[in-house]
Structures are given as structure tokens and as C-alpha cells.
């Protein structure tokens, strides 16, 4: 593995949302910006923050129940269909978009909101991306039939 690849693959989902909200954090404090949130809503954002942390950690509990490889880059081990996972692929990462939003309802800045859709994009194009070549090459027609049935996101 190059150098590259073993940094890309070191910048685990999780990590990656940190980054943001200390982007985001960081953004509010230092530079001017344009409101797309009216300061007196922000507090709102708590609630798509406190949603999607909780998702992501209950679909991560099912992992754990299942005895199943988390590490995006890992090989999979278990193709987990029920719970959470009955209703989106990938619940983990749709309760850190949740988060990331409500980080950036929080700030209420332009760019906080552009953070959250840039990782929300990354997630999509590379995390998902790789898992679903892993899944299908692992699991073959099985992973086919869930991903015909189940809905990527929501």
C-alpha cells in the first residue's frame, strides 16, 4: 500500500466528522460570515446533532451484536441486513450527516453548511463507494438482493 493510500485509509468516517465540526467551529470564530440561520433558531441544530450521533451509535451497537468488522477498509466479515439496517445501508454514516448538520445549523454560516455537504459528498463518493466493492465482492448476489431491497440513505 503507498503512502497516500495508507493516510486515505487512517481518515476513518468518524475522524472525518470531527475534522468538520472543528472546521466548522473554527470558521465561526474566525471569519466573517453570512447567516443562513437566524440566531435565535441555532439552538435547533441540537436536535439533528443529538439524532445522528445517536443513530450512528445504535447501527455501530448492531455491528458490535453482530460481531462484525466496523473499520470501513477492513474486510467485511458479516452482512448485517436487520435493525437499522432493514431501513437504510448505511445508518452510520446518514446519523453523521445528521450531525454534521446539526453542527452547521448550529454556527449558521454559509460555509459550515458547504462543510456539511462536502462531507456528506465524501462519505457517499469514497466510504460508500469502497464498502459496496468490498460487499459485493464478499457477499455477491446476497449484497445484490439487500442493496435492490434497501435504500442507500433513507
Do not use: C
Amino acid at each position: 500500500m503507498n503512502t497516500s493510500n495508507a493516510l486515505a485509509h487512517k481518515l476513518l468516517p468518524p475522524v472525518l466528522l470531527l475534522v468538520l465540526v472543528a472546521l466548522i467551529g473554527l470558521t465561526h470564530a474566525l471569519l466573517p460570515r453570512p447567516s443562513l440561520v437566524p440566531e435565535p433558531y441555532r439552538p435547533f441544530g441540537l436536535l439533528p446533532l443529538a439524532l445522528g450521533i445517536a443513530l450512528a451509535i445504535a447501527a455501530r451497537v448492531q455491528f458490535a451484536r453482530a460481531r462484525t468488522e466496523i473499520n470501513t477498509f477492513a474486510e467485511p466479515t458479516r452482512l448485517v441486513t436487520r435493525g437499522l439496517f432493514r431501513l437504510s445501508r448505511n445508518p452510520m454514516y446518514l446519523g453523521m450527516g445528521l450531525a454534521a448538520v446539526g453542527a452547521a445549523m448550529l454556527s449558521g454560516a454559509a460555509v459550515a453548511f458547504l462543510l456539511a455537504a462536502a462531507f456528506v459528498a465524501i462519505v457517499d463518493r469514497w466510504y460508500i463507494a469502497f464498502e459496496e466493492r468490498q460487499l459485493r465482492s464478499r457477499f455477491g448476489v446476497t449484497y445484490e438482493a439487500y442493496a435492490r431491497s434497501t435504500r442507500r440513505w433513507i
